[in-house]
């Protein structure tokens, strides 16, 4: 908290039991404990931290996304390339 208040980041917290009011990582965090904290035992933090690096850059990579009509961000992002300047 102090180092954020130093960089003048300010944190906000939802109210307990009230996920809508930020759902967009509420979904991220289901996710991930999905993707990856269910999946695995840990026996180490430097095992959590490995497979935590390895799943965030598939999931901002490869990763099909709902709200990107199920594709990958790559692909999304090579569409919308691809489709630039055609209007």
Do not use: K
């Not at 991930?32 to 035992?41: A, C, D, Q, T, W």
């Not at 999931?59 to 199920?70: A, D, G, K, V």
Request: glycine share 4%; charged share 25%; hydrophobic share 35%.
């Amino acid at each position: 908290m102090q180092w954020a208040e130093r960089h003048g980041i300010m944190i906000d917290f939802i109210e307990p039991g009230c996920p809508y009011q930020n759902a967009y990582i509420e979904r991220f965090n289901r996710t991930y404990r999905e993707e990856v904290l269910n999946m695995h035992l840990f026996s180490t933090l430097e095992q959590v931290r490995w497979y935590t690096e390895e799943w965030i850059t598939i999931y901002n990579t490869e990763r099909p996304h709902e709200s990107l009509e199920r594709l990958s961000p790559v692909n999304y992002r090579l569409r919308a390339h691809s489709t630039f300047g055609l209007c």
